[in-house]
């Protein structure tokens, strides 16, 4: 697979898991089968998907800037280690996903783990960007 591929099929999947939390939020999909079904009420299912459209959101302009699909750019080294951070945090939510009280979350442990090998197979790739730098 090539490089902007990964970073292309994990801006699709950003886009479905962002439209997922909105029907969360639209109350379309039920938020007790959502995150570990340990949601109480409306008001915390309101701030944690909030707080998980901002982190997918951001994780999107991370990748368009490793991409280099926008001008605007952190530093390499600043974007990579954000990827290490969001690998580490999708390795982790793998493993939870995998004790969550729903079976419909836990069957999200796959997209996590597909997340962290896409992230991965970008970290580790050598990819020469437009402005002739090893990204």
């Known amino acids: 697979m090539k490089y902007k591929a990964s970073i292309n099929i994990l801006l699709a999947l950003l886009v479905a898991v962002i439209l997922f939390h909105i029907a ?64 580490a945090l999708f390795v982790l939510n793998t493993v939870g996903n995998l004790f969550a009280k729903t079976n419909f979350e836990r069957s999200f442990a796959v997209l996590t783990f597909v997340f962290a090998v896409l992230i991965l197979r970008i970290l580790k790739t050598k990819h020469i960007n437009d402005a002739g730098e090893v990204a």
């Open 24 to 87: 969360v939020i639209a109350k379309a999909i039920p938020y007790n089968i959502a995150w570990g079904g340990r949601l109480q009420n409306d008001r915390e299912m309101y701030v944690f998907e909030a707080i998980s459209i901002l982190i997918n959101l951001f994780l999107g302009l991370v990748l368009l800037m490793k991409a280099s699909y926008i001008k605007f750019r952190f530093k390499n080294k600043a974007i990579n280690i954000i990827l290490w951070i969001f690998l």
